[in-house]
C-alpha cells in the first residue's frame, strides 16, 4: 500500500501559478502511475493529468494542456503538478492518485485527502 499527502494548494489570481506536491510514504511510488484529478464545487471529480511509472508518458485533459505540467522523482517519491495560467474555473479540490495509468479515476486505487485551489479573478 502507498499513502499520498497533498501540498501546495492555496489562493491564487487569476494568471498566477502554483505547484502541487504529493508525498508518498509506504510502497515505493515508482511502483505505480500518478494521476492528479479535481473536484470544483458542487462537481463531479475529473481528470486533470496522468503519468507512467517512468515518467516516460503524460496524459492532460484538454482544459489544462499547455498550462498544467505533472512531473515525478522517484527518488524522493513525491509527484508534482506545475500550474501556470490559473482560471477561475480552475478553482477546485486537487487530489493525487496512485495505481494504473489513464484517465478513469477507477484505474486508481491509492487517494490522498485533497488539497484547495482557488483562483481569484
Known amino acids: 500500500q502507498v499513502q499520498l499527502v497533498e501540498s501546495g494548494g492555496g489562493l491564487v489570481q487569476a494568471g498566477g501559478s502554483l505547484r502541487l506536491s504529493c508525498a508518498a510514504s509506504?510502497?515505493?511510488?515508482?511502483?505505480?502511475?500518478m494521476g492528479w484529478f479535481r473536484q470544483g464545487p458542487g462537481k463531479e471529480r475529473k481528470f486533470v493529468a496522468a503519468?507512467?511509472?517512468?515518467?516516460?508518458?503524460?496524459q492532460y485533459a484538454d482544459s489544462v494542456k499547455g498550462r498544467f505540467t505533472i512531473s515525478r522523482d522517484n527518488a524522493k517519491n513525491t509527484g508534482y503538478l506545475q500550474m501556470n495560467s490559473l482560471k477561475p474555473e480552475d478553482t477546485a479540490d486537487y487530489y493525487c492518485?496512485?495505481?494504473?495509468?489513464?484517465?478513469?479515476?477507477?484505474?486508481?486505487?491509492?487517494w490522498g485527502q485533497g488539497t484547495q485551489v482557488t483562483v481569484s479573478s
Open positions: 503519468i507512467t511509472r517512468s515518467g516516460a508518458s503524460t
Open positions: 509506504g510502497r515505493a511510488l515508482s511502483t505505480y502511475a
Open positions: 492518485a496512485a495505481g494504473n495509468y489513464g484517465t478513469r479515476w477507477g484505474l486508481y486505487d491509492y
